[in-house]
């Protein structure tokens, strides 16, 4: 069942004629005839959860939003789509920007956002001029602009483009950024929704939570809900790669399994060359990494679906993270210790440097799994970066700090030997990976004091 | 209007007013069940939740919703809630974690403190001394950064700075334009200016008192003294400037005024002055006023930190070296060239050496 990409193939869809033509804003036709809080209603009904990377529920974010008499409220959509292995927003907002501009302006009346901001990352460079000409568009036939269709509804949407750091992802930072400030993550509370933009109530949702919204005003929140699996409602996108035979962005359905996505033709196609599969981190690269054994099966022996539950199924001992949906696979002959380093890397390079955990803590980390990945680490070093993570998980400002955390203590977690291996055979690391190990049990760390 | 708030911090239970931080509730209980604040800063608005020393433990959310918080909270920036639970000293979780942050806070640091004009009076030197492991985890050379020189008043040594952004918010809100910030992102942060040697408003020099480290000091201090061989006298004079409160303190040796600064309350943020505002002091105060004659002296500063300060024993300090006390005793006023006057000695303060340059411990040749 596609619901988001159920239009992608046709030719020219990103036009607003062909949009129009094939069906394109009914879904706002029905919803200017509903009011504000029908909407919300509904979305509350659809069971839609946040397709940023937290899974929120987006009726109950919409239902929390301040409504004090005569300040303006605001939308922003993040589009800043950062997270190393994410890059399904990028395809909606490319194919199908009339998709997404459609869910915006629905957000916005149902929000009651007078003026809608979109925050785009900055290396996305050609994808701004096309929203701002599916906006012009949209606003050209009336869908925009001052008293929409007789509704007495003022809407306007801006484009902004951010300067290319993964922490104005972070919806606070984002809003600092937007206001041209330093983008540094707020100290929370208060959220945005009751002081986010210019300290206006603000909801800030993901391009693809924003896209869902006028297929679940078409069908309804009851059908959508229908749709998947328990609390995992819809459809989501997820944007595949690494060792696949086809890369790419694929709608599923949630009772799908991961089993079924890696290797089915229908979807990913497999591992290319014939390797065994060795590891997935199935939710962008904030997510714990998980051995193939674990990511096939659940800890009770069942198979693993691509759902928040199922992925989540054990915590972080047996499970990971549905995340924001980059689905990255390693096969048999890639390095989880290199692979971590490049991450500690990455957000080594992000952190805004506000708080000292983050700040120190993820460069040391970074140090330290060089130097292992080099053939210079020492036994100890496992166990301290295992003390380092510990420290910077959950005392930081943001998330970010979470998510240094997570993949390191994953890698610990399920490879442990693979770093024991490179700390042991350091020439030999220089040439060659650790084989395909068996990572039938997780293993308990016993953390070093 | 509203009720006061019960809430029990380390099973000693305090009434605040709805809207006080943890923190604030902490400091109202005293002693050590005050957590530690390297970024906070009461009277900057905006301040804190940035180091993280002060995080402290839940355990129970308030008497409607009684449930623990999954994580530590940064006190200084959690309201209180009726009936709250709060573990600082008794809490498992908290001394481990204020050890890491401990710890990330040292990592990068250049523990200069021999040739440091903060030591002494520095609140990461007691957060390490109190918080910290002794010895160091980290084997990788320490971050650096190139010397900067941010105005006529202020020394920067960036490489001691722990972002804490209490200067930035100094200058805002003290300033009518701010002049200096943060730049660039990360581990790369640091405190510089747009325009090269600008800080020279006439308030800026009270961000040297609020940098809890030695990283914003005073040029006219500069590796003149070491602050326990001084003596602190409040005074004040009645200065111009409206803003300018006049009540100051002379860290004194002999009878030559070596420092004047803004007078600190028990937390070791500037005081409130007598007109009830804050203590700021204008640069006028603070740099040019030199001389005993410029001030009406009140008498010897009653110090009650735990700082090597409190070691000379003057009125109302609560030191407890006895022997360090002797110690002091037979120094004062002898100037014994070895232990007293390091400017000579060391010749440390030769505007062309710059000590961030140096690599390593330096050396007496450094200087030559
Ligand atoms: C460091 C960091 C980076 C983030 N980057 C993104 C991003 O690029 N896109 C996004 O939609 N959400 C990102 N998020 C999550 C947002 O903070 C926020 O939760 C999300 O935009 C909410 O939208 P949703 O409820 O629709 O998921 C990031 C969070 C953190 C902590
Ligand atoms: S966790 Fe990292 S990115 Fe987030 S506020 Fe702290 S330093 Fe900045
Ligand atoms: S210079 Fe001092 S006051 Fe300013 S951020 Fe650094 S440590 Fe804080
Ligand atoms: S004092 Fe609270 S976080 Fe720094």
Known sequence: MKLLLEKAHIEGIRYYDTYRKNGGYSSVEKALKMSPDEIVEEVKKSGLRGRGGAGFPTGMKWSFLAKPEGVPRHLVC?????????????????????????????????????????????EYAWIPDILEQAIAEAKEAGWLGKNIKGTGFDCEIYVQRGGGAYICGEETALIESLEGKRGNPRIKPPFP??????MRPTVVNNVETIAAVGPIITMGGDEYAKLGAGRSTGTKLISACGNLNKPGVYEIDFNLSVEEFIYSDEYCGGIPNGKKLKACIPGGSSVPILPANLLLHESNGNKRLMNYESLSEGGFQTGTMLGSGGFIVLDEDQC???????????????????????????????????????GKGKMEDIDLLWDI????????????????????????????????????????????????????????????? | MSENFKVTIDNITVEVAPGTTILEAARKVGGAVAPPTMCYYSKLEGSGGKCRTCLVEVSKGSEKDPRPMPKLVASCRTTVMDGMEVKNITSEKVPDARAGVTEFLLLNHPLDCPVCDQAGECDLQDLGYEHGKEGTRTEFPRRTFAPEDIGPYIQLHMNRCILCYRCVYTAEQLTERREHG????????????????????????????????????????????????????????????????GEVRLWMRGDEVYRVTARKDEWGEVATASNGKTGWICNECRFDKKDTKDWVIEGPTNINRHSVISQGHYAGTEGTAGKAEKLIDKVIGQE??????????????????HLDRIPGPAHSNDFK
């Open chain 1, 336 to 374: 989880v210790v290199r692979h971590t380093m490049s991450l500690a890397h990455f957000y080594n390079h992000e952190s805004c440097g506000q708080c000292s955990p983050c700040r120190e803590g993820t460069g040391w980390m970074y140090k330290i799994l060089k130097n292992i990945e080099y």
């Open chain 1, 78 to 122: 993040n589009a800043d789509e950062s997270e190393p292995g994410t890059f399904k927003d990028r395809y909606l907002m490319e194919f199908l920007p009339h998709l997404f501009i459609e869910g915006m302006i629905i957000s916005s009346y149902a929000l009651g956002s007078n003026t809608s901001y979109i925050y785009i990352r900055g």
């Open chain 1, 389 to 449: 993570q510990r420290r910077i998980e959950g005392n930081t400002i943001c998330p970010l700090g979470d998510a240094a955390a997570w993949p390191v203590a994953a890698a610990i977690r399920h490879f442990r030997d693979e770093f024991e291996w490179h700390v042991l055979h350091p020439e030999e690391a220089q040439t060659r990976n650790y084989g395909l190990a068996h990572y039938a049990e997780p293993r308990t760390i016993v953390a070093a004091q």
């Open chain 2, 336 to 353: 014994p060239k070895y232990t007293l006057d390091i400017h000579s000695v060391s010749e440390v303060n030769k505007p062309s050496v």
């Open chain 2, 182 to 245: 943060v730049l660039d992102r990360g581990e790369h942060s640091r405190i510089s200016t747009c325009i090269k040697n600008s800080l020279d408003n006439e308030f800026i020099g009270n961000v040297i008192d609020v940098c809890p480290v030695g990283a914003l000091t005073d040029k006219t201090f500069r590796f003149k003294n070491r602050v326990w061989f001084t003596k602190p006298l409040d005074a004040h004079r009645n200065c111009s400037n409206p803003n300018c409160c």
């Open chain 1, 193 to 198: 929704a009751v002081q986010g933009l210019w």
